[in-house]
Nanobody, 125 residues
Framework: QVQLVESGGGLVQAGGSLTLSCAASGRTFTTYTMGWFRQAPGKEREFVASIAWTFGMTYYADSVKGRATISRDSAVNTVVLQMSRLKPEDTGVYYC??????????????????WGQGTQVTVSS
């Protein structure tokens, strides 16, 4: 099993920035993809960004492209999502996710094998 623990959510003003971190522990492995999804009230969980761990390739939803950067720190099994120029529509619960296989494209929620508990991000206008 792999445990994912997110941190870094909170209340941010529109136009501001935030950094989310996700630490993986347990039976970690090298060939997998980690990423972030978010879910706003009344909406489906949607893809935000992902990184293929071994290859380092990154993928972004169109809605955050140019405003988000996902990166990894292999030494501590952590993936970081940095977002800037935040908008109220970025509000939601952000979930860290991991799959046991590398997904070299934007991934789907149903492809993930592990999930974190989620962290709330609220962007005020």
């Amino acid at each position: 099993q792999v445990q994912l623990v997110e941190s870094g959510g909170g209340l941010v003003q529109a136009g501001g920035s935030l950094t989310l971190s996700c630490a993986a522990s347990g039976r970690t492995f090298t060939t997998y993809t980690m990423g972030w999804f978010r879910q706003a009230p009344g909406k489906e969980r949607e893809f935000v960004a992902s990184i293929a761990w071994t290859f380092g390739m990154t993928y972004y939803a169109d809605s955050v492209k140019g405003r988000a950067t996902i990166s990894r720190d292999s030494a501590v099994n952590t993936v970081v999502l940095q977002m800037s120029r935040l908008k109220p529509e970025d509000t939601g619960v952000y979930y860290c996710a991991a799959s046991r296989v590398p997904i070299l494209r934007k991934s789907r929620a149903d492809e993930q094998d592990y999930w974190g508990q989620g962290t709330q991000v609220t962007v005020s206008s």
